[in-house]
């Protein structure tokens, strides 16, 4: 045993002793355990459609073909190792068929945990969809693919018209949101209408409002603002109100929220490439930021590398709640390994999957892609809730990793 | 999870708080991550609480979780930041030799990677045998003892102590172990 064993000893007993818990800890630890179960259940079904799709895989990867995404041009707002695009996506591509997939696989239960309080989301594994056929020729495909197993006969044609698309697709500005990926936390995007379309109102709207998706969250203190959002050069000063200087996070979380401000205002104000966030008093916040410190005082860019702040998959065709037509183009932005997004739409009370397939982002990481995929819907009732999913198959075993999804109705 | 069940978990989270709290401070090494480390443990705890509160030792579980997620969790890349700019403030001016040598060894616990970092952690705060560490961290006992090695070596460096060089080498190491 050295010497120095004893000092380490010493040194961590010193440092610890006089750490005491807050006294009642177990309304956070609750609240904190329904999240966490809230994305297990999201995963786990989402992990449906992936145990569904590893036959899929098996596919020769050229029948990937009609899911091919056409390269999007990208907007120049990101610094330069960035590639990414805040503008929404919608220009329709060549329609690929996606077969119908009956789903017959019961759900794995998955281990057993205690019953929450909260409600669990509409996502949850349960059976099988009555109303769909049970048809023994029912096999995974992917992209119109013809691979092996044979597909079931011609599809029923959808006989709804097109509706327009998503009001998400027109005068709607970026604005991002703190969520998790892969129990991280990272940025996630979404396209809000508002009001007053100044830097400093698309900044206010990102900070009093909250994400329509209920994955994503808004840390912001209640009453928080911005006083004035000023561009000098390339850099845009963000002044905030006191009570925005008050928010309280771990640090992660916290300092999320500060890049949460940096690609939000670097979106709203395209000529801005560095963003200076100062309190009421014009001084310099970042380095101080929620009582823990976030860097410097100095104007800061976007994060790079983009992977380290912003969430691996995103679908940024459509927001939560949006309607969707019979046919309708499915799209997003991703950083992921060789550059395929995996895809599928499922009904959200029986959890079968409509339609699935990949995409090809039109970059792989560690650089982020755009990527599309036009989804025919066969069978689809007015109405019907429906949840579109993204993901990435692991490259290890094909599980689900970095989803995103959306709770969309068919619309009629 | 029943009214029993949950009162278990209460008086676990009520009776062990403050130990896990400064275990994951010294983890994490600032109280507001601690503080989100352990809370989130403790809800993926609560999760499994049926499952593992009968069967298990509860403490390792938690250890375990604590572990994995902290080192699974993205960190913010702090910029142009070298690790000294971490050494925190010193105890007191007056402070004595050993609250010096306290210090220099925890701003040196700074600079070891994750992993290596709750070795020590687990090792000589929470005086596991290696055995149990392994099992924790997920790793072989020789891994354990390896990590653990070339923490030493790194804190007597990084703490400066650099006045007998050949204590800085653990038996592991001029063994021929690394």
Request: aromatic residues 4%; glycine residues 8%; proline residues 9%.
């Amino acid at each position: 045993m050295s010497p120095l064993d004893d000092e380490l000893r010493s040194a961590l007993d010193a440092r610890a002793e006089h750490l005491v818990p807050r006294s009642d800890p177990m309304a956070g630890i609750e609240a904190r355990a329904r999240g966490i179960q809230r994305r297990r259940q999201a995963l786990t079904s989402g992990g449906v459609a992936a145990a569904v799709l590893v036959v899929a895989v098996a596919v020769p990867l050229a029948t990937r073909g009609d899911d091919r995404a056409p390269v999007v041009a990208v907007t120049g707002t990101a610094s330069p190792t960035v590639t990414t695009t805040d503008l929404p996506t919608g220009t329709p591509t060549p329609v690929s068929t996606v077969s119908p997939t009956p789903t017959p696989t019961p759900t794995p239960t998955p281990t057993p945990t205690p019953t929450l309080a909260s409600p669990t989301p509409a996502a949850s594994p349960t059976a099988v969809s009555p109303t769909r056929p049970a048809s023994p020729a029912a096999s995974p495909t992917a992209g119109g693919s013809t691979g092996p197993t044979p597909r079931p006969p011609a599809s029923p044609t959808p006989t709804r018209s097109v509706v327009p698309p998503p009001p998400t697709s027109g005068g709607a500005k970026a604005i991002y949101y703190v969520g998790e990926a892969n129990g991280a936390p990272r940025l996630y995007r979404e396209f809000r209408r508002v009001a007053d379309a100044s830097p400093a109102g698309i900044l206010r709207t990102m900070m009093s409002g909250k994400p329509l998706d209920p994955d994503y969250s808004s840390l912001w203190p209640a009453g928080s603002s911005v006083t004035s959002a000023t561009l000098s050069g390339d850099v845009l000063t963000v002044q905030l109100n006191d009570v925005a200087l008050r928010g309280s996070a771990g640090s992660e979380f916290a300092c999320l929220t500060v890049e949460q401000l940096v690609w939000t205002a670097t979106a709203a104000e395209p000529r801005a490439k560095r963003v200076r966030v100062v309190g009421p008093d014009g001084a310099g916040v970042v380095a101080e930021w929620w009582g823990v410190g976030c860097g410097s005082d100095e104007p800061m860019a976007r994060h790079t590398p983009s992977y380290e702040v912003l969430a691996p998959v995103q679908i940024s065709s459509h927001n939560h709640g949006d309607p969707v037509s019979a046919t309708f183009t499915l799209s997003g932005e991703a950083t992921v390994f060789e550059a395929v997004v995996s895809w599928s739409v499922a009904d959200r009370s029986t959890g079968a999957v409509l339609a699935e397939g990949f995409a090809t982002a039109s970059a792989g990481a560690p650089s982020r892609g755009t990527w599309k995929t036009v989804v025919t819907l066969t069978g689809g009732t007015a109405g019907q809730q429906l949840e579109l999913r993204a993901w990435e198959a692991s490259a290890q075993d094909g599980s689900v990793r970095s989803l995103d999804t959306k709770a969309v109705r068919v619309a009629g | 999870m029943d009214a029993e069940e949950r009162d278990a978990f209460r008086d676990y989270v009520l009776g062990r708080s403050r130990a896990l709290l400064r275990t994951a401070y010294l983890i994490t090494g600032n109280r507001t991550d601690a503080e989100d480390l352990l809370q989130t443990s403790l809800a993926k705890t609560y999760l499994a609480w049926g499952r593992i509160r009968e069967r298990e030792n509860v403490d390792a579980y938690v250890r375990r979780v604590m572990v994995n997620t902290h080192t699974s969790l993205w960190r913010r890349r702090k910029v142009d930041e070298s690790p000294m700019e971490f050494v925190p403030e010193r105890a007191g001016r007056d402070a004595t030799a050993d609250l010096d040598l306290h210090d220099a060894l925890w701003a040196a616990l700074e600079t070891l990677p994750k992993k290596m970092r709750a070795a020590v952690v687990l090792r000589y705060y929470e005086d596991l045998p290696e055995a149990e560490v392994a099992q924790i961290l997920g790793c072989s006992v020789g891994t354990v003892k390896s990590q653990v090695s070339r923490a030493l070596v790194k804190l007597r460096t990084n703490a400066g102590l650099t006045d007998d060089p050949r204590a800085a080498l653990p038996a592991a190491l001029t063994n021929g172990a690394h």
